[in-house]
Nanobody, 123 residues
Framework: QVQLVESGGGSVQAGGSLRLSCVAS????????LGWFRQAPGKEREFIAA????????YIADSVKGRFTMSKDYAKNTMYLQMNSLKPEDTAVYYC????????????????WGQGTQVTVSS
């Protein structure tokens, strides 16, 4: 069993920044990488960003490109999501997942999820 723990969420005003962290208890043997999704009330879980364990290419959703960046610390089994210029529409619960294949954009590629961290952006 792999545990993913997100942290760093909180409440900020529009234009502010937050940095989310996702720590994996271990690197699953079947994991290609970690991804970030978010889910607002009444909406489906939405892809935000992903990066593979073995490469440097990151995948960023168009809705946050230019504002969010993703990075990783391979030695610490940790990935980060730096969120700048936050908008009220970024308000959601943010989830970290471990992908068992490279279709990072789809929730079906993920077999482990964290418990989520709330991000609230006020106008």
């Amino acid at each position: 069993q792999v545990q993913l723990v997100e942290s760093g969420g909180g409440s900020v005003q529009a234009g502010g920044s937050l940095r989310l962290s996702c720590v994996a208890s271990r690197r699953p043997y079947d994991s290609y990488g970690l991804g970030w999704f978010r889910q607002a009330p009444g909406k489906e879980r939405e892809f935000i960003a992903a990066v593979g364990w073995a490469d440097t290419k990151t995948y960023i959703a168009d809705s946050v490109k230019g504002r969010f960046t993703m990075s990783k610390d391979y030695a610490k089994n940790t990935m980060y999501l730096q969120m700048n210029s936050l908008k009220p529409e970024d308000t959601a619960v943010y989830y970290c997942g471990s992908a068992e294949d490279t279709d990072y954009f789809s929730t079906s590629a993920y077999n482990y999820w964290g418990q989520g961290t709330q991000v609230t952006v006020s106008s």
